[in-house]
């Protein structure tokens, strides 16, 4: 069965998130701290937040939504529009106001007019036209660039206005808008390098040292200044768990992000400090089927039986996660407990299996992000293979690289753990979420049924018609096992109890702009 843990704070942590900076919400965060930081009722103003993360950034993959951005892309960049995760529905960041026809065919977007780059240019309409042919382009291999294919025309009207045609309704336009930063089209070539970083947020791109830190400052000319509370942000680069966890207790951080889920919940726990639950992610253990012996779904279900999701559960992830065969939140319209617990711990299926598909003697390499919780993941995700005859090796991978290797679909060994964010809906996953696609997943896993299925979700409207299609896809994805999730969770960081208003995106990225200090007693 299933096991849908209900998490330690995890009512309090998403209120907080949705709430920004109401007194309550820091109340139920702040009570596992010692009573050592004044909260005043209201922000203070000015300071440096300074903060870490185990991955480098990645300047020059913003519309992929990269890891290594989790803590810059929203401070520094902005989208049309972000949904609410109370209410579900898009509220306007740079698009002003917007309408979409009747027919679900067309949308016409009104700007903000008071929106300029940190270069001092004016946000127009040809600056939205120039992302979205980014994020159309399969060359730049951006978050949701298939829901951008379905965009048949875009025109400007005027400066401040834009017109969006499509090829069939597309319900999914806000997950699109979600992830799809604005860039400056004049500045753009200079991202990658980090040289100049132009964008419209509260913070200015102010320096980056590769595999060092990146330091943002805030943007004097925002047109919301006097809400941004923090003078600066830097984000330091530390790679070792164990040092990011020293950092934190010391003090030389006052905000780490990527240490292992069960250490960010231990020290949680510890006086001074808060656990931050944000988004969720989903853990898939995904397969190349173009290789022997994954050609053969009874090997490739077999490596599902063989896994135990509980122990990955209890280890890694310190209790906080769901063990689930099934991509989804647990809320999703359609949900289903029996297709989520379709793969359970059971090795002796997982031998029967590999026996039927005459897979003997396996050794095989797997994909990971070079993180800490990929690495525990892999250690039991190993054991649990050679207990059933399989020789499982590593090849850890940092974010930049792997994020590349994603986007070609060309992973370099027949099985690789991925990590995916579960904030989209079905329908908007299948077409935005890489391991999922029905055409040029990394899987290279596809057919006629699938495909089929993949389109039925994308289509559905009213309750009843989303459940009856959830649960067809459902069924198949499980059948194939191309991509089963081992576990979803959160994400957990760990901050400062002095640290106070970080919220998050729908997608999981972290937003420090309402961010601030209160000052020690």
Same mark, same amino acid.
């Given at each position: ?7 330690? !704070?995890?009512? =309090? ?22 009573? @050592? ?31 290594? $951005? ?21 509220? !306007? ?66 400066? @401040? ?27 753009? @070539? ?21 595999? !060092? ?22 984000? %330091? ?67 599902? #039986? ?24 647990? $809320? ?37 992000? %070079? ?41 370099? =060994? ?7 964010? $579960? ?17 040029? $997943?990394?899987?290279? #896993? ?66 420090? %702009? ?8």
């Amino acid at each position: 069965m299933v096991r849908s843990r209900r998490r330690w !704070g995890g009512a =309090a942590a998403v209120v907080c998130a949705l709430a920004l900076l109401l007194s309550g919400c820091r109340s139920a965060v702040q009570q596992q701290g010692a009573q @050592d930081i004044t909260v005043p009722d209201t922000p203070q103003d000015g300071g440096t937040l300074v903060a870490a993360q185990v991955q480098d950034a990645d300047p020059g993959s913003f519309l992929k939504t990269s890891i290594g $951005n989790i803590l810059t892309e929203y401070s520094v960049l902005e989208t049309l529009t972000r949904i609410d995760q109370k209410t579900g529905k898009p509220e !306007g960041v740079l698009a002003k106001s917007w309408k979409v026809a009747a027919n679900g065919r067309s949308m016409d977007v009104v700007l903000r007019d008071d929106v300029t780059f940190h270069s001092g240019a004016k946000l127009t309409a040809a600056d939205v036209l120039f992302t979205l042919k980014k994020v159309r382009d399969p060359a730049t291999g951006a978050a949701n660039q298939r829901v951008a294919a379905v965009i048949s025309g875009m025109k400007a009207v005027g400066d @401040d206005e834009l017109k969006l045609t499509f090829s069939r309704p597309l319900p999914n336009i806000y997950d699109l808008f979600e992830t799809m930063p604005v860039l400056n089209p004049a500045t753009y @070539d200079k991202y990658a390098a980090g040289e100049v970083v132009d964008g419209t947020g509260p913070f200015a791109w102010t320096s980056w040292t590769p595999g !060092g830190k990146v330091v943002l400052t805030k943007y004097p000319k925002y047109r919301d200044a006097d809400d941004i509370h923090l003078d600066k942000i830097q984000i %330091n680069v530390i790679t070792d768990p164990t040092a990011m966890i020293s950092a934190i207790r010391s003090g030389r951080i006052q905000y780490g992000v990527g240490m292992g889920a069960l250490d960010a919940y231990t020290l949680s726990r510890q006086p001074g400090f808060q656990l931050i639950t944000a988004g969720g992610s989903a853990i898939p253990l995904t397969f190349d089927v173009s290789k022997k012996p994954f050609d053969d779904k009874r090997v490739r279900q077999a490596f599902q #039986y063989a896994i135990d999701r509980e122990r990955i559960d209890r280890q890694v992830e310190g209790g906080q996660a769901t063990a689930t065969s099934l991509p989804w939140r647990t $809320n999703t319209v359609g949900y289903d407990e029996k297709q989520a617990g379709r793969y359970h711990y059971d090795p002796d299926k997982a031998r029967k299996l590999l026996a039927q598909a005459g897979a003997k003697d396996l050794s095989v390499e797997m994909v990971t992000l %070079n993180s800490p919780e990929a690495t525990g993941i892999f250690q039991i995700v190993r054991n649990n293979l050679e207990a059933v005859g399989v020789d499982l090796k590593a090849v850890p991978l940092a974010a930049a690289e792997f994020d590349g290797r994603l986007a070609s679909g060309t992973m370099g =060994a027949p099985v690789f753990l991925q990590q995916a964010s $579960n904030g989209l809906s079905p329908a908007g996953a299948v077409v935005g979420r890489a391991e999922l696609l029905a055409d040029g $997943n990394p899987s290279h #896993y596809g057919d006629d049924r699938y495909t089929a299925l993949s389109r039925r979700l994308t289509v559905a409207t009213g309750a009843h018609d989303q459940k009856a299609a959830l649960r067809a896809w459902n069924d198949h994805f499980l059948d194939q096992a191309f991509a089963v999730p081992l576990i979803t969770r959160p994400s957990m960081t760990v901050a400062s109890r002095a640290v106070q208003g970080i919220t998050y995106t729908q997608m999981g990225f972290m937003d420090l %702009n309402h961010v601030w200090l209160a000052r020690a007693r």
